[in-house]
């Protein structure tokens, strides 16, 4: 069976068992027939067995037998609804399912752009396996080129641009971002990451990439007319709560380091955003929209 194949019953079984929330092994092999996942055939227990073995080790989902009802469940569906590797692959592996069974209407699906970069994965991913060092070439915009030798801690994908985040040979933690790379190479020297280093938790207080040392604050916007419904269909930030509500505008709050990035998409709701708390973020955001409209006023 092809890759693609297995992958589309792991795909199936997961949302079955999360649009029905419990099913015995016979409710799904009938479901499994009727939707003809393998050309109608029946689902056999024992390839049932090896596709939650599966999607545990892929997806880190739990599918548990109740022990008086025999029926099936994901005990763990949280895992699904945060930002780790295990979602993202499962969003990215749906919609590949769903593409690939829908080649007829392929001109009618618009896909963002991937930028460059995505080719220095493979050797990154691989450097960050087996703690090996990167040799990069890379250049800031507006700046001169440089090579570097760095220890790969992680990736992270932000705005359809993936970043890295390495260890420089002075100690600092730095982002470089893979289309301003313009070559990596594995190198032989070894290097170990910290134990107690999570790159979840490095991340925790920013929203994007950029982690300048901009400090903690309590952070209160009002949203007006529809972008209510847009923070709370797609959060800004896992510290977001909505602490008030109207039928003209809703109040959210945020705890965490408001960087350009978080600014940037501030502003990128127009405004459908304000910035009530604290004053003094209040007043940058006065102060870029001020200058922004002098570009417009000239």
């Given at each position: 069976?092809?890759?693609?194949?297995?992958?589309?019953?792991?795909?199936?079984?997961?949302?079955?068992?999360?649009?029905?929330?419990?099913?015995?092994?016979e409710?799904?092999?009938?479901?499994?027939?009727?939707?003809?996942?393998?050309d109608?055939?029946?689902?056999?227990?024992?390839?049932?067995?090896?596709?939650?073995?599966?999607?545990?080790?892929?997806?880190?989902?739990?599918?548990?037998?109740?022990?008086?009802?025999?029926?099936?469940?994901?005990?763990?569906?949280?895992?699904?609804?945060?930002?780790?590797?295990?979602?993202?692959l499962?969003?990215?592996?749906?919609?590949?399912?769903?593409?690939?069974?829908?080649?007829?209407v392929?001109?009618?699906?618009?896909?963002?752009?991937?930028?460059?970069?995505?080719?220095?994965?493979?050797?990154?991913?691989?450097?960050?396996?087996?703690?090996?060092?990167?040799?990069?070439?890379?250049?800031?915009?507006?700046?001169?080129?440089?090579?570097?030798?760095?220890?790969?801690?992680?990736?992270?994908?932000?705005?359809?641009?993936?970043?890295?985040l390495?260890?420089?040979?002075?100690?600092?933690?730095?982002?470089?971002?893979?289309?301003?790379?313009?070559?990596?190479?594995?190198?032989?020297?070894?290097?170990?990451?910290?134990?107690?280093?999570?790159?979840?938790?490095?991340?925790?207080?920013?929203?994007?990439?950029?982690?300048?040392?901009?400090?903690?604050?309590?952070?209160?916007?009002?949203?007006?007319?529809?972008?209510?419904?847009?923070?709370?269909?797609?959060?800004?930030?896992?510290?977001?709560?909505?602490?008030?509500?109207?039928?003209?505008?809703?109040?959210?709050?945020?705890?965490?380091?408001?960087?350009?990035?978080?600014?940037?998409?501030?502003?990128?709701?127009?405004d459908?955003?304000?910035?009530?708390?604290?004053?003094?973020?209040?007043?940058?955001?006065?102060?870029?929209?001020?200058?922004?409209?002098?570009?417009?006023?000239?």
């Amino acid at each position: 069976m092809k890759p693609a194949q297995i992958f589309h019953q792991y795909i199936w079984i997961i949302n079955t068992l999360r649009a029905h929330k419990h099913l015995t092994f016979e409710e799904l092999n009938r479901k499994w027939q009727d939707d003809e996942v393998a050309d109608g055939n029946v689902l056999q227990r024992s390839s049932f067995n090896r596709h939650r073995d599966a999607i545990l080790d892929m997806f880190g989902i739990i599918i548990d037998c109740e022990p008086k009802t025999y029926r099936y469940y994901i005990s763990n569906p949280e895992i699904l609804n945060d930002d780790s590797i295990e979602r993202w692959l499962f969003s990215t592996l749906t919609v590949h399912g769903v593409l690939a069974d829908s080649a007829a209407v392929k001109e009618r699906v618009v896909l963002e752009n991937v930028p460059a970069g995505v080719e220095f994965l493979e050797t990154i991913i691989q450097a960050i396996r087996s703690g090996r060092r990167l040799r990069i070439d890379y250049q800031k915009f507006g700046a001169a080129g440089y090579e570097k030798t760095i220890c790969p801690y992680a990736l992270k994908l932000f705005h359809q641009r993936w970043y890295l985040l390495a260890r420089t040979e002075d100690d600092q933690m730095r982002i470089y971002a893979l289309d301003r790379t313009s070559q990596v190479e594995l190198t032989d020297e070894d290097f170990k990451m910290p134990d107690d280093f999570s790159p979840q938790d490095y991340f925790s207080e920013y929203y994007g990439v950029l982690t300048d040392g901009t400090p903690m604050a309590h952070i209160v916007i009002r949203a007006h007319g529809k972008t209510p419904n847009y923070l709370r269909t797609l959060p800004l930030h896992r510290s977001q709560c909505e602490i008030v509500s109207t039928a003209d505008y809703t109040d959210f709050a945020f705890d965490l380091r408001p960087t350009a990035d978080f600014l940037g998409q501030l502003l990128s709701h127009g405004d459908g955003i304000e910035v009530l708390e604290p004053l003094e973020l209040r007043e940058r955001m006065r102060q870029l929209i001020t200058e922004n409209l002098k570009r417009y006023n000239k």
